[in-house]
């Protein structure tokens, strides 16, 4: 839907205090976006021909991450004077002189509504001819909320607030749900009417209903029968509840996909994410950011990635990745940690309590047990040997290992960076490797064993290795 007829207004100017926060309300995450960005993903989706925010609080701060999900959008500074109605005039000051179509205004902090509802609601609210749409909802408790009323034909009549209803009035379920699309010129009009003599001394968008009833204009309140699409998040509680509601949408439509979800309640998938059909998914899984997984991977159990790309096949078991790489059909985990910059070649193996960063392990080449490779190029087909460290830090600077292709490393070597084993090198078990080692070459640290006869007798009298050793009938002492 593209309409140069359309404006996006998008209220995020508001503090938060229930959310007790340094966290501007509206950057807190839900499924791996801030609130806003939930908002502006939706408002971006209507095609409108321009999309202004509305920010106050921590204004650089929320401005900067409207501006990197959508840089097109336009930043308005709310200005000393409170409330809704102050906050739209102040956007509509934006917008071209001459615009006259319709306006959208949505909420930062309501995040779960798409971008279906909207359209429908813009294409009844045109051929309706109204001045004026807005969304409620049908709530089992409205307490807190503005009612909107109508007459006997079903005809809306007012929005009321909570604390100005009537016991009658109260009664009613059906809520504002803060979704509003107004004609512009109606808007414009009626706006520069409204004052501050309330409570709260605030302009309330609100109160542009009942002008616009006085100038004659039409308006219409649409229920949502999904009451989650117009729920606004105002302290964790909400947050949370939100967060477990989507998520639930979100592991569905995988399924729907052709994901397969063993346990929906303790997997969580941002919204971010890509999955490919035949995908499984093990209980305790996460998926966050934009991590990619291809076809037939099996992720999980008790796994978390981070902005992970996962090809065909792979396996990933009991491990935290970030910003890592793995090739198509190569095992990782379990107890796998993969830092940033890590790069796992087609049918290679990180393995159990592995740490990489920063390096790439080519093909077919496996870094199975206990090992620490940073900072390291692996070529294909090696195998580093349990216990591996590559020294790569100085205390000053990082150096890089560079291990060649059909590599053969012993068990507990350390190498010492910066240090090169050239294809198909072997390295001794416990070496320390200090100096390049040519290709073909065994990399061994000579020094020859002495077993001392007697020590324990002599250095350990009484101890219960002296009594072992004595039984054994081994000589005590030299």
């Known amino acids: 839907m593209t309409s140069e007829n359309l404006a996006v207004v998008i209220l995020a100017a ?41 920010v106050r609080h921590e204004r650089d701060t ?9 840089p097109h959008v ?14 739209v005039e102040v956007a509509l000051g934006h917008l071209p002189e001459d615009f006259t179509g319709q306006v959208v205004v949505l909420s930062a902090d309501v995040p779960l509504l798409d971008s279906e509802t909207l359209v429908s609601l813009i294409a009844a609210h045109r051929e309706a001819g109204n001045s004026l749409t807005l969304l409620s909802a049908i709530l089992d408790d409205p307490t807190g909320n503005g009612r909107i009323l109508r007459d006997a034909g079903g005809t809306f009549t007012a929005i009321v607030e909570q604390k100005d209803g009537s016991l009658a009035e109260l009664d009613v379920r059906e809520v504002n ?11 414009r009009t009626v706006l520069a009417s409204i004052g501050t003599d309330n409570a709260q001394r605030e302009k309330y968008l609100t109160d542009a209903a009942s002008g616009i009833q006085r100038a004659g204009g039409t308006i219409a309140a649409v229920p949502v029968t999904d009451h989650w699409l117009v729920a606004g998040i105002n302290d964790r509680v909400q947050l949370g509840n939100a967060a477990l509601e989507l998520n639930a949408r979100i592991v569905r439509g995988w399924q729907l996909a052709g994901v397969t979800v063993v346990d929906p309640v ?9 999955l490919a059909e035949d995908v499984e998914l093990l209980p305790g899984t996460q998926i966050k950011g934009a991590t990619q997984i291809e076809r037939g991977a099996k992720i999980g159990p ?44 087609a049918d290679a193996k990180i393995g159990t309590f592995v740490e990489t960063k920063n390096s790439t392990i080519g093909a077919s080449s496996k870094v199975p047990h206990l090992s620490y490779i940073g900072d390291t190029t692996v070529g294909i087909g090696s195998n580093v040997g349990a216990g591996t460290i590559t020294a790569n830090y100085d205390g000053v600077n990082k150096h890089k290992t560079v291990v060649g292709s059909h590599v053969r490393t012993g068990s507990h070597n350390v190498f010492v960076a910066p240090v090169r084993i050239g294809d198909g090198a072997y390295t001794g078990a416990g070496t320390v490797v200090r100096k390049d080692v040519p290709a073909g070459a065994l990399a061994i640290n000579v020094a020859p064993q002495r077993n001392m006869a007697g020590w324990v007798g002599t250095n350990r009298p009484g101890s219960t290795a002296a009594v072992a050793a004595a039984t054994a009938g081994e000589s005590v002492t030299e």
């Open 14 to 54: 508001g503090q938060g205090t229930r959310m007790k926060s340094t966290t501007p309300k509206v950057l807190h995450d839900l499924a791996g976006m801030p609130l806003v960005c939930h908002v502006l993903a939706t408002a971006d989706r209507l095609g409108a021909a321009h999309i202004v925010a509305v």
């Open 62 to 70: 929320v401005a900067a991450a409207i501006t990197a999900q959508s």
């Open 74 to 87: 336009i930043i308005a500074d709310q200005d000393d004077l409170p409330g809704t109605g102050r906050a």
């Open 177 to 187: 749900a803060g979704v509003y699309i107004f004609d512009v010129p109606a808007l």
């Open 266 to 274: 303790s997997t969580w998938i941002d919204v971010t994410a890509t």
């Open 302 to 345: 008790d796994t978390t990635l981070l902005d992970c790309e996962v090809g065909e096949g792979a396996t990933v078991k009991r491990t935290d990745a970030t910003l890592a790489v793995i090739g198509a059909g190569a095992s990782v985990g379990p107890f796998a940690y993969l830092r940033p910059g890590t790069i796992l070649g």
